[in-house]
């Protein structure tokens, strides 16, 4: 290269979620062969929240994500349409009026968005953490989301049993603690019903097997940081201290007053239900803990950052490189 020739610029992608709580962004882009994260976005929308008993999306709510979007746009302007990926997951899936929001939406943001199954959502979630995680054997990955939870068992980018179930933080907040209140009844109900949305799943469990298990969201994160402030200090999640945090959950009597250590504020309305999918998880799945994933480049939600980009028929990026271990 002529040495008063500067050398390309590299290509830019931008993979956005639309989640049934948050929406996020993520632009990244690859060189030589190794993909960089540069840019995250996140904003609370709780589209979810907007849901009634019709499965029809609230003004209030498609307004919140209507204004989200038009934030992300700003960010993207520029950027071709082939390097952005924009997709919909569980509140859209459900929305009976999930068509009007894609309308509206045309107006704000000038890139198509495609409303994913569940299976495809996991497909997503676990090509992510392939990408970037060190840690080789078969993997099953968790991801609970504000709608909807999914499981994967793979290796190698290769899926070898991806399922998704309609359960997740927000629904189950709905559902199960009602004006947000905590007490054992409520606690046990979300559990079992977790427990029979997946029971159908144990054996498949159980004959796929896994080396390690792995933590993409946000409800496990917040898991981790209580265990760990309360002096588990490695952050393993295991049964017995799944237990322990129950009990610690069930001395408040609603989600104002919860004050659990290393609890962020923005988790409190969520983690109720949350600890009781992961418990539901832990039951039928039969692992005894949640295993590290690194830093850096192990994003805390798989889909944002390893899934929908680059685009089919570009250069992959190399597998992460070892890190120092979080516990997830």
């Known amino acids: 290269m002529p040495i008063n020739e500067k050398a390309p610029r590299p290509q830019e992608f931008a993979a956005v979620d639309l989640g049934s709580n948050s929406f996020h962004m993520?632009?990244?882009?690859?060189?030589?062969?190794?993909?960089?994260i540069i840019g995250r976005l996140k904003q609370r929308v709780h589209l979810a929240d907007?849901?009634?008993?019709?499965?029809?999306?609230?003004?209030?709510?498609?307004?919140?994500?209507?204004?989200?979007?038009?934030?992300?746009?700003?960010?993207?302007?520029?950027?071709?349409?082939?390097?952005?990926?924009?997709?919909g997951t569980h509140t859209l899936r459900q929305a009976a009026n999930a068509a009007e929001f894609l309308?509206?939406?045309?107006?704000?943001?000038p890139y198509p968005i495609e409303i994913i199954s569940g299976n495809e959502e996991a497909r997503l979630i676990f090509m992510g953490v392939e990408h970037t995680q060190p840690e080789r054997g078969r993997k099953l990955v968790i991801d609970i989301g504000g709608g909807s939870t999914e499981l994967v068992i793979?290796?190698?980018?290769?899926?070898?049993?991806?399922?998704?179930?309609?359960?997740?933080?927000?629904?189950?907040?709905?559902?199960?603690?009602?004006?947000?209140?905590?007490?054992?009844?409520?606690?046990?109900?979300?559990?079992?019903?977790?427990?029979?949305?997946?029971?159908?799943?144990?054996?498949?469990?159980?004959?796929?097997?896994?080396?390690?298990?792995?933590?993409?969201?946000?409800?496990?994160?917040?898991?981790?940081?209580?265990?760990?402030?309360?002096g588990e200090k490695d952050g393993f999640i295991t049964p017995e201290r799944l237990e322990m945090l129950v009990a610690e959950l069930l001395k408040y009597k609603n989600f104002d007053s919860l004050s659990l250590p290393g609890l962020s504020e923005e988790r409190k309305a969520v983690f109720a239900p949350g600890l009781a999918i992961l418990c539901g998880v832990f039951r039928c799945a039969g692992h005894q803990r949640a295993a590290p994933v690194g830093r850096g480049a192990a994003r805390r939600r798989a889909v944002r950052d390893g899934g929908p980009f680059p685009p089919s028929g570009y250069p992959q990026p190399h597998r992460a490189k070892p890190g120092k271990p979080v516990q997830y």
């Open 26 to 36: 993520v632009i990244a882009r690859v060189v030589d062969g190794a993909m960089q």
């Open 50 to 87: 907007g849901l009634d008993e019709n499965s029809v999306l609230s003004e209030e709510a498609i307004a919140r994500g209507l204004s989200c979007l038009s934030l992300f746009a700003e960010r993207l302007q520029g950027f071709a349409p082939s390097s952005v990926c924009i997709v």
């Open 103 to 109: 309308k509206r939406a045309e107006q704000v943001i």
């Open 154 to 230: 793979g290796e190698d980018f290769e899926p070898r049993l991806v399922e998704s179930r309609r359960m997740g933080c927000v629904s189950f907040s709905q559902i199960y603690f009602p004006g947000g209140i905590i007490n054992k009844e409520n606690f046990q109900r979300a559990r079992l019903s977790a427990v029979q949305k997946l029971e159908t799943l144990a054996w498949q469990f159980r004959i796929q097997g896994w080396t390690v298990a792995l933590g993409a969201s946000g409800t496990i994160k917040a898991a981790q940081e209580v265990l760990i402030a309360m």
